[in-house]
């Protein structure tokens, strides 16, 4: 028997005013969709800022359903987006951003696993790394440089 130690590695910025201006401004647009959140059961609304490497920014937010698990994560809903109308582009950057109509999200809340798996088949995809910030509804936010901080040990096509 042998032992895998798997480490991973945040930047951690104290708030949303001590990014870098692209970030900022990324980060800004993912708390602007958030509003537009469909959440009637959860009443946790998250938003999503997909930067391309085409210059362009690609938004989502979360979408429920009553009949779960048929609604799609705000990074999803973003993702798939891109995919579809700039499908030869790569993302650059993912901003991220949660919060609750019921109690404050003062800790950063990262994606989903569902989420983290379509990030990881995006940037396996386009063989670039995705940097991914993300944050609740104020206080720090986390800087990853790739997913595979989030999801190490990650599955892919060559597994199939």
């Given at each position: ?77 973003a ?46 995809k ?10 609740g ?23 199939l």
């Amino acid at each position: 028997m042998k032992h895998i130690n798997i480490n991973t590695t945040f930047a951690v910025y104290p708030s949303l005013t001590d990014l870098p201006q692209d970030v900022h401004d990324l980060m800004t647009a993912a708390i602007e969709i958030r509003k537009t959140a469909y959440a009637p059961y959860s009443k946790f609304r998250v938003g999503a800022a997909l930067l391309l490497d085409n210059g362009k920014i690609v938004l989502g937010s979360n979408q429920e359903n009553a009949a779960y698990p048929s609604g799609l994560c705000a990074e999803r809903v973003a993702i798939f987006h891109s995919g579809a109308i700039y499908p030869d582009a790569k993302i650059l950057k993912l901003a991220v951003t949660a919060a609750s109509d019921t109690n404050p999200t003062t800790s950063p809340i990262p994606p989903c696993g569902a989420c983290r798996q379509s990030i990881s088949e995006y940037e396996f995809k386009q063989d670039t790394p995705i940097e991914i910030y993300f944050m609740g509804e104020m206080g720090e936010v986390y800087q990853s440089d790739s997913i595979k901080n989030l999801l190490p040990l990650s599955f892919d096509k060559n597994f199939l």
